[in-house]
């Protein structure tokens, strides 16, 4: 019955899981959180990892079985070309030397059943306690990899959005530059201005339309990127819902470097796999314990000189039952050198655990100063981002009214970029620093 539900369960969750990938003309609006929503349904590595899990609890079901009685049927129809000879020895029959004797029969017919049921194999209950364990790890590899997904498919969001807000500045730089040049060309008609400046204002368009087919195609790149880490098909289109500066209204500024190494995935994983040391460890000291078990055997043969399968004289019943041990004595050390092997798994695994201790404390540690000092240089290149704007609306007014030259209002315009650019990147590195924060304590 579970397995019935579960392939029922997999025959509706196919046609959703490939959605997002078979429409050539679907449009998708993503926010952040439907972007991951759609990349952990998709990504081939997190079913695969759903299958080990499966595969995983079928062996600890084959372990089980192997407690359940064992029945197999035989049968085997001998045609004697010529019948054995034995030989009598002196005496048997009157003789002073060896007799030859021939007995059976050509035709013999033997069909049987067997039965075994174990009574005690060491192997049976350290394996289930194995495949128990391994399953645990392969969840826990499972919850890991959503994590790590979770982190790739955030950055490549917010990587689209930061070349998307650098397109959109790009674009009204360009549409400044281009109306300073057709000021600069009236100017010059008039007599005013020189041919050598209007030369610089057509300089200055050429190298914002530049800046501006770069970013389009950073743009463009960052979109396929965010595609690939989704595992969309790359005709499936999306639009953005979420912004920069949206994202930005639940980040935390206080970042703490309270430290729980049992949080992170790593040091699960690597407590799981010490815990399938130390059974394999437990298990391999089991063999030497004997396997007991049950057997039984029901037969009926058929014997004659001639071909009767189906003469009822010739079929002879017998049966057994019986008790088998196998014991074990000497193995030439392969048991105990087995052991040792997990044994000093076991403690690599705990040197492990200590190390990644460390490791995660001043992780932790650099991850909450990133943190903090992020946050702190994006207030700061917010507050100077809007100064630049007012600067930059100023000077544009002076300009008009011809109270300041181009060169001052170029300066307040490269001013103004190298805020805008600040402001963005700022933004981009906060929410990567707090991505990296979520991770090291175990909340992403």
Do not use: C
């Amino acid at each position: 019955m579970k397995k019935t539900s579960l392939y029922f369960f997999l025959f509706l969750l196919l046609p959703s899981a490939s959605l997002y990938a078979q429409s050539d003309t679907s449009t998708l609006e993503l926010s952040l959180d439907k972007a991951i929503e759609i990349g952990l349904q998709q990504r081939y590595e997190l079913l695969n990892q759903e299958l080990s899990i499966q595969i995983t609890q079928n062996s600890r079901e084959k372990t089980q079985s192997a407690n359940l009685p064992q029945v197999k049927a035989s049968i085997d129809f001998r045609y004697n070309l010529a019948l054995q000879t034995n030989l009598l020895p002196p005496g048997f029959t009157g003789s002073t030397d060896y007799t030859p004797v021939k007995f059976g029969t050509p035709y013999n017919t033997l069909t049987a059943v067997n039965v075994t049921q174990n009574l005690y194999n060491p192997n049976v209950s350290g394996d289930k306690d194995i495949n128990t364990t391994q399953t645990e790890y392969e969840s826990l590899a499972l919850e890991k990899m959503k994590t790590d997904i979770r982190l790739s498919i955030a950055t490549a969001y917010y990587a689209v959005l930061l070349n998307k807000e650098q397109v959109m500045l790009n674009k009204e730089n360009l549409v400044n530059v281009q109306e300073i040049l057709k000021k600069g060309k009236a100017e010059h008609a008039d007599g005013v201005l020189l041919k050598s400046d209007l030369d610089r204002y057509e300089l200055d368009v050429r190298n914002a339309q530049s800046l501006l087919t770069t970013s389009e195609r950073n743009y463009d790149n960052s979109i396929v990127y965010l595609k690939n880490q989704m595992a969309l098909d790359y005709d499936v289109k999306i639009i953005l819902t979420d912004n920069l500066e949206s994202l930005t209204k639940d980040i935390n500024p206080n970042a703490t470097d309270n430290f729980t190494a049992e949080q992170r995935h790593e040091y699960k994983l690597e407590e799981s796999q010490m815990r399938i040391n130390n059974k394999q460890y437990h298990k391999a000291g089991k063999n030497y314990l004997p396997t007991v078990y049950l057997y039984g055997n029901v037969s009926i043969q058929n014997q004659s000189a001639s071909f009767a399968l189906f003469n009822g004289n010739y079929w002879y019943p017998f049966s057994y039952v019986g008790v088998h041990a196998d014991i074990p004595i000497f193995d030439g050390m392969d048991k105990s050198r087995t052991r040792t092997d997990y044994k000093l798994k076991a403690l690599q695994n705990q040197n492990n655990l200590q190390r990644y201790r460390k490791e995660f404390y001043y992780e932790t540690i650099n991850a909450s100063k990133e943190m903090n000092n992020t946050y702190s240089q994006y207030m700061n290149s917010k507050d100077n981002y809007e100064l630049a704007r007012q600067v930059m609306a100023t000077d544009q007014v002076r300009y008009k009214e011809g109270t300041i030259t181009y060169a001052a209002l170029k300066n307040t315009e490269y001013s103004l970029q190298n805020a805008q650019n600040n402001y963005l990147n700022s933004i981009y590195n906060v929410l990567i620093a707090q991505l990296n924060y979520q991770k090291v304590t175990g909340q992403l």
